[in-house]
């Protein structure tokens, strides 16, 4: 971990508005859309298992963030609706979320139109090394 990443001194989940609010001890908060968190999960699913590997998750918008568990000092394990459990969200991961949303919403819009992919297109079944999306990219 980065010792100048903040460690964030509260996570409160919002479900009616799908955000996960994330309070820092200096009295910054941000707001992370549940969407937002998982389309970027930094799993092995999503992330795959090496540059241009990633899977680019959509239908994810009303996704919702079920429970949240930490991992030791460093992390904390986010539980969505759609049943995707493996993400482990460092607080440098989560800070860079936070404080780079802008960047990282236009970066994610950028790959859905230059793979030709809707927003809220389901996922196709099958995982990252399903049909026609993955490791071919």
Not at 8 to 20: A, D, I, N, T, Y
Not at 57 to 83: I, N, W
Not at 89 to 100: E, I, M, N, V
Request: proline share 6%; hydrophobic share 35%.
């Amino acid at each position: 971990m980065n010792a100048r990443t903040p460690v964030p001194s509260g996570l409160v989940l919002h479900k009616q508005s799908k955000v996960l609010e994330v309070q820092y001890e200096d009295g910054r908060s941000y707001r992370l859309p549940f969407e937002l968190l998982r389309v970027m999960s930094p799993s092995a699913e999503v992330k795959g298992h090496g540059p241009g590997q990633e899977t680019l998750q959509t239908g994810k918008r009303e996704v919702v963030l079920a429970g949240l568990a930490p991992v030791g000092h460093y992390a904390v394990q986010l539980m969505f609706s759609d049943g995707h459990d493996t993400g482990i969200y460092t607080w440098d991961y989560l800070y860079t979320l936070a404080t780079r949303q802008d960047e990282i919403w236009a970066d994610y819009f950028a790959k859905l139109v230059a793979a030709g992919l809707d927003r809220d297109a389901p996922m196709k079944p099958g995982g990252a090394h399903g049909h026609g999306h993955g490791c071919a990219h």
